[in-house]
């Protein structure tokens, strides 16, 4: 997320209902065996297109694979 979140930085999560996600938002994802940070790129049905703060397009996830939204990012944590 270079550029929204660093690595080092502290972020809160929250729960989030997949109605009130919305394009632009960075959610925690279950994706390929891990859970990662990525931002919602379009939305359709029940499932989000996500991607990285670079342009990358990483793919589809289910509705299920959303398991938390970022809610506040405290930027370099580590000083």
């Known amino acids: 997320m270079r550029g929204r979140i660093e690595s080092g930085d502290l972020v809160t999560l929250a729960p ?6 919305r394009v632009d938002d960075v959610v925690l994802v ?4 891990n859970h990662l940070l990525h931002v919602v790129r379009e939305i359709r049905d029940n499932e989000f297109l996500i991607g990285n703060n670079v342009g990358k397009i990483n793919g589809w996830a289910r509705v299920q ?3 938390g939204r970022v ?9």
Do not use: F, L, M, Q
């Open 30 to 33: 279950a994706w390929k065996g």
């Open 65 to 67: 694979d959303i398991r």
């Open 16 to 21: 989030v209902e997949a109605r009130d996600v």
């Open 71 to 79: 809610v506040d990012v405290v930027h370099d944590a580590s000083t």
